[in-house]
């Protein structure tokens, strides 16, 4: 592409998220950028469905960046739960973060591990609100779901729209010590392994995020023309 790779602003602070879409964006011109590198803050997401966040988010980027934009919304929903955790996937349990200290794992270490820190706290007492949510269910299935929201700017009025999901079941206890969030919950019969079994390279082949992201490639070509 002429002048360079598009600036494309990812409406998301998440390391691992960040790792992921940039490993599928590969073979586009485009340079992923998360938001917090241009000190854009995160979005308030007050709806209830993923397509609405994710919309909100990215045009929140967009228009803080004056430029195109890219949101992941995605969770887990289980159908013995009625749909939750859904979009409170990364809220889902009351999470009291450890205070401020000095040489501490949590609010000591530079913004982006301090972030990374925090998440695994909260996903911690996500994964132990959910099995005890699923105490005695006979049916743990489960779904992965990434949907992906593209902006050229903020008042874009055809946004791109892309919708993954990645049908599993709840195991009773956690599995491995990959990814992140409800991964190692979740056992994919056909594989044989938790998400959080599984290497980068694997989990991106099959992933919510990887079927919404084969659709917005195809999107991104014949749409915006890259």
């Known amino acids: 592409?002429?002048?360079?790779?598009?600036?494309?602003?990812?409406?998301?602070?998440?390391?691992?998220?960040?790792?992921?879409?940039?490993?599928?964006?590969?073979g586009l011109p485009v340079s992923l950028v998360p938001q917090g590198d241009l000190g854009i803050s995160e979005a308030?997401?007050?709806?209830?469905?993923?397509?609405?966040?994710?919309?909100?988010k990215a045009r929140h980027a967009a228009a803080a960046a004056?430029?195109?934009?890219?949101?992941d919304d995605?969770?887990?929903?289980?159908?013995?739960?009625?749909?939750e955790p859904g979009v409170n996937s990364a809220h889902f349990a009351s999470v009291t973060l450890p205070a401020a200290r000095r040489?501490?794992?949590?609010d000591s270490a530079p913004a982006t591990l301090a972030r990374e820190a925090r998440r695994r706290v909260q996903d911690a007492a996500n994964n132990a609100l959910v099995l005890q949510r699923l105490h005695g269910a006979a049916?743990?299935?489960?779904?992965?779901?990434?949907?992906?929201?593209?902006?050229?700017?903020?008042a874009d009025p055809e946004p791109l729209v892309a919708v993954g999901r990645?049908?599993?079941?709840?195991?009773?206890?956690?599995?491995?010590?990959?990814?992140?969030?409800?991964?190692?919950?979740?056992?994919?019969p056909d594989l044989g392994l938790t998400v959080a079994e599984?290497?980068?390279?694997?989990k991106n082949q099959h992933s919510h995020r990887a079927r919404a992201m084969a659709q917005m490639l195809a999107l991104l070509r014949s749409v915006w023309r890259l």
């Open 1 to 26: 592409m002429a002048g360079g790779p598009l600036r494309l602003v990812l409406a998301s602070n998440n390391a691992k998220k960040l790792s992921e879409l940039r490993a599928m964006l590969a």
């Open 44 to 56: 308030p997401e007050p709806h209830c469905t993923f397509i609405e966040n994710g919309l909100a």
């Open 66 to 71: 004056n430029g195109p934009a890219i949101a």
């Open 74 to 83: 995605s969770g887990l929903c289980v159908p013995t739960l009625a749909g």
């Open 103 to 106: 040489g501490g794992d949590v």
């Open 139 to 154: 049916d743990r299935r489960a779904y992965f779901v990434s949907t992906l929201v593209a902006v050229r700017h903020a």
């Open 166 to 188: 990645w049908p599993g079941e709840l195991l009773t206890e956690p599995r491995g010590d990959q990814g992140f969030g409800y991964d190692p919950l979740m056992f994919i």
């Open 198 to 202: 599984m290497d980068a390279e694997l």
